[in-house]
């Protein structure tokens, strides 16, 4: 069923959900550089990306016979990887360590990373307006493109680098907030 040639979404998650290794490979390799970039913007070592990324793999194939095809296939397998990486930050770190912000942040986000714990981030990210949360966690969290944002929720690409940056923001501004306490009390 799998010789060269090129085969619809369906027709290699169909052969993935009857086990057959042509279609896993296929799908892996169709999505595996995606994942791979999306893991290591939230870590440097690639071997623990790969480990991650794998991990997220096993999750995919496990649970590939629940896919409805309502949505992106690439979004689904990116959500579950994603949930590896962040178990994995879970199990082996006590603070919040793939958040995505930029360089001019960094020490705001060092010293969150020593004072907050990351539901606390979670929590503030909750308080940001809905579009803008909605955006940050599509970019920051779950790895989505400004592109791919931009389709997903019907605005711009222009108007999804706002929202971001309008995130960044008011998240810097609770951390150093939250600093400030912390090193008061």
Not at 14 to 41: I, P, S, T
Not at 73 to 102: A, P
Request: one cysteine or more; proline letters at 1%.
């Amino acid at each position: 069923m799998f010789k060269k040639q090129k085969y619809d979404e369906r027709e290699i998650v169909e052969g993935c959900v009857r086990n057959e290794r042509k279609a896993q490979e296929l799908l892996y390799r169709e999505h595996f550089d995606v994942m791979m970039r999306m893991c290591m913007r939230y870590t440097n070592d690639k071997d623990k990306a790969m480990e991650i990324v794998n991990i997220g793999f096993l999750r995919v194939f496990q649970k590939l016979h629940t896919f409805e095809f309502k949505g992106s296939l690439q979004g689904w397998i990116r959500r579950l990887v994603f949930h590896c990486l962040s178990d994995h930050y879970r199990k082996n770190s006590k603070y919040l360590q793939f958040m995505v912000f930029e360089e001019r942040d960094q020490s705001s986000v060092e010293k969150a990373h020593s004072n907050l714990y990351a539901e606390d981030i979670l929590k503030m990210v909750e308080t940001l307006p809905p579009a803008t949360q909605q955006v940050f966690r599509l970019y920051a969290i779950e790895g989505f493109t400004h592109v791919e944002i931009s389709k997903n929720i019907g605005i711009s690409v222009g108007t999804s680098k706002w929202h971001l940056s309008n995130a960044r923001k008011i998240l810097k501004r609770l951390i150093d907030k939250n600093n400030l306490r912390q090193y008061a009390g």
